[in-house]
């Protein structure tokens, strides 16, 4: 993800992983991801994380 923000022009990046991790690295970009979320969870998920402003912004996509 650093590498993608770092770069010119529009980027895109997928992250495969199973809901623990995938947990873990989605609090780090918004900490108010927690417990109740992660048990949210679905199999298989699929989550934005995208630029905006002076942060990130995450979104689950479907």
Do not use: K
């Amino acid at each position: 993800m650093r590498h993608c923000s770092t770069s010119t022009g529009p980027s895109v990046a997928a992250i495969v992983t199973h809901g623990n991790l995938l947990a873990l690295i989605l609090r780090s970009y918004d900490p108010s991801f927690g417990y109740a979320e992660w048990q949210a969870l679905r199999n298989p998920d699929c989550y934005i994380v995208a630029d905006v402003g002076t942060g990130t912004a995450v979104a689950r996509a479907w």
